[in-house]
């Protein structure tokens, strides 16, 4: 008997789903995020207005004073869905834990002088209910946020704090013990310095304005904060102490590095769309910065004594730079 | 004129790789055929990492499409920022 083999190509009758290439204009295979993203907000049949706001839907664009004619274009560079958000947490938090476990094993947190355990203490700790804080007010823009885009990348910057805080304990826990973490406490709700920051992260909570509670936490605030922190305050403790505070701190820097690209594109996005959108970014970034500043100020004076102002200067320097980079002129 | 080609397994990431190529290379041709894409340049086909990059919202290395790759052909020129096939004519 004889066999004839032969290649039968079956080519499938649709590449994507309907609303994908009718969005792309054309029907070719979509990515994860895009398959994960796009159209995903719900805008119709609300039967219901919210009896604690009756004036706006369940999901509503109006809940910003931004416009954009497509939510959607507030896209998320890094691409993350959830499941690759969690590889990529997944990977970083391998590495961090990498971390700590050879400075537990070589009793490299033990040996860390004395000085720069106490510099540790006194300006780092705290950031646990920054980063606590943080948490809350990610999670309010991925509550109320419209459009998929993004409200999931929120949340998902949401819930990276809430490991963020918990890598700041869990370094306070390797240097001194749970005594550190209570003075801490301690500090942020009672030390002046704290005062101004824990206001801003507090006012922040009662912002009506999504988008401007994310300019204010996450450009305006974090955008100074995180260098000020662990670029700047990390290579003073490093060039004193040698490199164990950097290697604790891993996660939370690569985070940053990340989450700024993502944070750029969603500003840049809006500013592009017309220009009332660019105008109120330019306002709001002002002011927040403005409020900023002083809220971070006592807390570089307390990280670089003498060189604060100049930390300080560097710092807003490069974040107007990045605001510049997104099309918003301050 | 020659044709210059790549061609690679289908998959996710193949799927970013093509589309840099397709923005990067006016003259591509995509032959899309079961479990495998080849794409044709006329004279010379190049890939970006930055566009590649751009495309799958990560770092990519260049060096990594060696694990999807079938064939190539033309002169290969390959440096950290650019993969490129050329024929000399």
Redesign the interface.
Known sequence: MQMDLRTVSITPLRQTFGHLARRMGADKPASRYVEATMDLQPVENFHFRPTWEPELDIFDPARTRITMKDWYALKDPRQYYYGAWTQARGRMQETAEGDFELVDELGLAAAYPQAGKEEAFKVFLPLRHAAWGSNINKAYVSAYGYGIAISQAACYASMDQLGIAQYVTRLGMAFGDIEALAEAKQAWLDAPEWQELRRYTEDLMVEKDWFEVMVAQDFALEGLLYPLVYERFNDRLNAAHGPVFSMLTRFQREWYAETCKWTDAVLKAAAADNPENKDRLATWIAGWRERAIRALEPIARLAFGADAPVVMEEAVAALNARAVKAGIPL | MSNAFIAFQKN?DT??IVEAIVDDNPGAMVNE??AMVKIDVPNRLVIKRASVE?K???PFDLQELQVHLITISGHLDETDEEFSLSWNS
């Open positions: 996710e799927r970013c055929q079961p751009e799958m919202g990560r």
